[in-house]
């Protein structure tokens, strides 16, 4: 299979054939400012020493200081980070928001860590970046298994080093500590936002059958924001397990279950299935929000959802984007589905910068329209180049970037 940034490169490639952006231009952005791996030492509880991989990959600034969360997994490489800092400069030129892209991540399984472990590793690597952050320089967030309240330990180390004191050189923070209102749920929202705004132009009914993969930040709070409006959410997944109920889940209950059991498997009234299965439901809109690289060529034909809405970063490889295309089922990509989440760190960063705490209605009241209008405005741009809408936020945002770069 092919590594995330080997996709973000042929993404580029494909767009690079539709419109002339010069060959020069579209080199520079085959590589990354630069990419910065890290060796942190973490004493363990035990009293052992262990040694993590870390990274930081600051990848274009053209539009603003480098803004991307870091990832905790095991399977996190250098490859991804790169990937998922490419995808970060173009987002937040989708987004329209004043920031470039960059990412981080170590490669851990959190899980296996007690808290202090988990403390002293997000210590560790604050310690061997901090030259490089800055709320001027590179901002980051979180992203997979990292929480408020670990950006709130590496906000506290960065002060500690660098005496910053309005804290903006970490978003993402719990409320107590600088956060903003609406941070938590913004990614799931502003998804919503987008479908909204571009459902009935994909050929959406007003009320849909929704399946979503992952129930955590971003697909937890997709699913509860989806049945709020008014649609069924008929099947959501964990990393162990996935569960369907034609008529809808409760999420509520669905919520105590895996609170009790640890787990989504065994829900009452629901069918367990296994993640893959979820993928390839009859249903009206597929949320892939948990992982990169999860529809392939492998299954692309296998699907049958009436429409797709990339809440993770890169689920969909390049092959099966074309597969997808052949059949007619629109894609509504990552860079813009899952935005929402960037532009209230770029929200959070602002009030900090001002020392100012909006409540969550203004933070969503400003969201709204600039999801709305970045999702008009690359169905527009699709349109006009005839292409498919990850290929119109591509051109949309490439055109920003070479026009800041000159
Ligand atoms: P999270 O750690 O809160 O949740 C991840 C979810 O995916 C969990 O429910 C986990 O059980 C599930 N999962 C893990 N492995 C899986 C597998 N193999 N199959 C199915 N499910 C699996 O992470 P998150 O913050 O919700 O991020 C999810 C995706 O959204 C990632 O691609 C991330 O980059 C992207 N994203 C997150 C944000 C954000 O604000 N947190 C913003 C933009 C994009």
Not at 127 to 143: E, F, M, N, T, W
Not at 276 to 293: G, K, Q, T
């Amino acid at each position: 299979m092919q590594n995330p940034y080997q996709n973000a490169m042929a993404q580029l490639d494909k767009v690079a054939k539709i419109i002339n952006f010069g060959d020069e231009f579209i080199a520079r952005l085959r590589q990354p400012d630069r990419d910065i791996r890290i060796s942190i030492p973490v004493k363990m509880d035990n009293g052992s020493q262990k040694i993590f991989e870390g990274y930081r990959v600051e990848y274009n600034n053209a539009l603003g200081p480098y803004k991307g969360g870091i990832r905790y997994h095991s399977d996190t490489e250098i490859n991804e980070v790169k990937a998922l800092a490419f995808w970060m400069a173009l987002k937040c030129a989708v987004a329209g928001i004043p920031m470039g892209g960059g990412k981080g991540g170590i490669t851990v399984d959190p899980k296996e860590l007690s808290k202090n472990e988990l403390e002293r590793l997000s210590r560790g690597w604050v310690q061997k970046l901090a030259d490089v952050l800055g709320p001027h320089k590179d901002i980051p967030a979180p992203d997979v298994n990292t929480t408020p309240e670990i950006m709130a330990w590496m906000a506290d180390e960065y002060k500690k080093l660098t005496g910053e004191e309005n804290g903006a050189t970490f978003t993402g923070k719990p409320l107590d500590k600088g956060g903003s209102a609406g941070r938590g749920s913004a990614t799931g929202l502003g998804g919503f936002y987008v479908f909204d705004s571009l459902r009935a132009q994909i050929g959406l009914p007003e009320k849909c059958r929704v399946a979503i993969q992952g129930f955590g930040n971003v697909g937890g709070n997709a699913a509860r924001i989806f049945a709020e409006n008014g649609h069924t959410v008929m099947a959501v997944s964990d990393s162990k397990s996935a569960i369907v109920k034609d008529s809808g889940l409760d999420l509520n209950e669905v919520e105590v279950h895996k609170k009790k059991t640890g787990s989504l498997k065994d829900f009452p009234g629901a069918e367990n299935i296994t993640n893959a299965e979820l993928l390839e439901l009859s249903c009206d809109l597929l949320v892939p929000a948990a992982f990169e690289n999860v529809i392939t060529g492998i299954n692309a034909e296998k699907i049958k959802a009436k429409a797709i809405l990339e809440l993770a970063n890169g689920p969909i490889n390049p092959e099966a984007d074309e597969i997808l295309f052949k059949k007619g089922v629109p894609v509504v990509p990552d860079i813009l589905a899952n935005s929402g989440g960037v532009t209230v760190s770029y929200f959070e960063w602002d009030q900090n910068l001002k020392n100012e705490h909006w409540s969550e209605k203004e933070v969503f009241d400003k969201l709204k329209p600039m999801m709305n209008d970045a999702a008009q405005k690359i169905f527009k741009k699709s349109q006009e180049t005839k292409t498919y809408l990850r290929m119109g936020a591509f051109i949309l945002a490439l055109e920003k970037i070479k026009e800041k770069m000159q």
